[in-house]
């Protein structure tokens, strides 16, 4: 035993570690070979979204042509952000690891959502400003956490940008969205959301995070309250957006949470 103890102590911590708690899959859960990684075959099921694309939401579009061309909805009703980006569309393992973080408490993972995102976004402009989608106090206090803080953090820290945790609040809890078409998401977070530090966001390029984009209806809020309050670009990132055919009824059961 004696003999065990000191060869356990003369391996690097790392090792340890390992040996102890070995590095997991976040979607499924089978011991992989380094952190943040998934299994082949959760990582062959993920499900990445990219170009051809919506130059405004970012819904994949059904054919090559114009980097500028936006989707019919985009088109017909503009959106209140200048781009919405997601590098993976929810379900499988993506749906797991959004799950994990929110209900499951593994704040580990918004590292991993965060890193994931930036790739997807690129590099952000100089004076860009992350802010995320702010939970109700209600909800923060049941759940001891908001996700979306937790991975902007994580964002702040890799892309060295500053983290305005408290420039959005949100001041009136919404209803659960189960059911709901899109007008009545929207209808749902009207008035939700104030800027609360004005002079933070005046002039600058808002990034705006959260887990995932449904329907659009709350990051579409925020982004409105963000505008009227002087910043000069909002650009929105999740970690996984629904595509639109997956959107219209669906609810906290499909989605696991009561966010639009």
């Avoid at 803080?149 to 305005?164: K, V």
């Avoid at 959260?210 to 999740?238: I, W």
Wanted: charged fraction near 20%; glycine fraction near 8%.
């Amino acid at each position: 035993m004696a003999s065990t103890a000191t060869s356990l102590f003369s391996l690097p911590l790392r090792v340890v570690i390992d040996a102890v708690l070995p590095p997991r899959c976040p979607g499924c859960g089978l011991i992989v070979d380094g952190d943040d990684r998934f299994c082949a075959a959760c990582f062959g099921a993920l499900q990445f979204l990219g170009p051809p694309q919506c130059a405004c939401c970012g819904v994949p579009l059904p054919h090559d042509g114009d980097a500028a061309a936006l989707c019919g909805a985009c088109l017909a009703e503009p959106p209140p952000f200048q781009t919405a980006r997601a590098p993976l569309a929810y379900g499988g393992a993506a749906r797991q690891v959004v799950l994990a973080l929110k209900h499951g408490r593994r704040l580990h993972l918004a590292r991993l959502m965060a890193r994931t995102m930036l790739r997807s976004a690129g590099t952000l402009p100089d004076d860009a400003v992350i802010v995320p989608v702010p939970s109700h106090r209600w909800r923060l206090w049941r759940r001891g956490f908001n996700q979306a803080a937790e991975i902007a953090r994580q964002m702040a820290r890799q892309a060295d940008r500053p983290l305005l945790v408290d420039a959005l609040i949100r001041v009136k809890p919404t209803a659960s969205t189960r059911g709901l078409t899109r007008k009545q998401r929207a209808s749902n977070v009207v008035g939700a959301f104030q800027v609360a530090r004005k002079a933070a966001v005046q002039g600058r390029a808002v990034v705006l995070v959260d887990d995932v984009m449904t329907s659009g209806a709350t990051v579409s809020a925020c982004a409105r309250q963000l505008q009227r309050a002087g910043a000069r670009h909002v650009a929105v990132l999740t970690y996984t957006r629904a595509l639109p055919d997956r959107i219209e009824h669906a609810g906290p059961e499909q989605f696991g949470t009561a966010a639009v």
